[in-house]
C-alpha cells in the first residue's frame, strides 16, 4: 500500500484496523483450532441469509482442512443452541449482529454444514427479516476484523443462496 497519497486520518484508520486485526488474530487462537493465516473465510451473503464457508490456502494441507471441518461442525452445534460465545471472545461482545443472533429461539435459523473442497461451511438461512440483517452485520465485521484471511463472496458466482 502506497502511504504516500494518504492523509493523516486515513493513515490513523488503517493503523487501527490493523491493529484491530492483529488482536482479533491473537483471540481467535482460542477458539479456531486451526491457523488463521493458513485458511481463508469467505462469507456470502444471501436473500435468507449467508454461507460462511472456510478453506485451507493449500488444499493438501490435509491437518488444516480436518481442523477446518471439526471446527465448523462444532460451531454449528452451538450456535443451533444459541452459544455465539466463540465469535464474542474473537470480536468483542459488541460485535454487530450478535447480540440479535444470541437472542434467537431454537429454529429460528437453520444451519446446514457441507464439507466442501480444501474445508468446510455452514449455509444461514431464516426467514425472519431481522435475523437476515443480523447475519449481513456479524458477516460485514468478521470481514473487516480478519482482513487479508477473509474475503467477501458473490453469490452469482458461486449460484449459491438463489432461494
Do not use: C
Not at 471441518?69 to 454449528?76: A, D, F, N
Request: avoid cysteine; proline fraction near 3%; glycine fraction near 8%.
Amino acid at each position: 500500500m502506497d502511504h504516500s497519497k494518504m492523509d493523516h486520518a486515513a493513515h490513523i484508520t488503517m493503523m487501527a484496523d490493523a491493529q484491530r486485526q492483529a488482536e482479533v488474530a491473537t483471540r481467535g487462537k482460542d477458539v479456531m483450532p486451526f491457523t488463521l493465516a493458513a485458511t481463508t473465510h469467505i462469507f456470502t451473503k444471501g436473500a435468507q441469509g449467508g454461507v460462511q464457508r472456510v478453506v485451507a490456502k493449500n488444499p493438501s494441507d490435509t491437518a488444516q482442512v480436518k481442523l477446518v471441518r471439526q471446527h465448523l461442525q462444532e460451531i454449528r452445534e452451538q450456535f443451533l443452541k444459541g452459544d455465539f460465545s466463540g465469535p464474542g471472545h474473537i470480536h468483542g461482545q459488541d460485535m454487530p449482529g450478535l447480540a440479535e443472533l444470541k437472542d434467537t429461539k431454537p429454529r429460528q435459523i437453520d444451519i446446514a454444514y457441507k464439507d466442501v473442497n480444501g474445508g468446510a461451511e455452514l449455509t444461514y438461512k431464516t426467514s425472519v427479516a431481522t435475523l437476515v440483517a443480523a447475519l449481513h452485520q456479524w458477516f460485514d465485521a468478521q470481514l473487516s476484523d480478519h482482513g487479508k484471511d477473509v474475503m467477501e463472496g458473490h453469490a452469482h458466482h458461486e449460484g449459491l443462496m438463489k432461494q
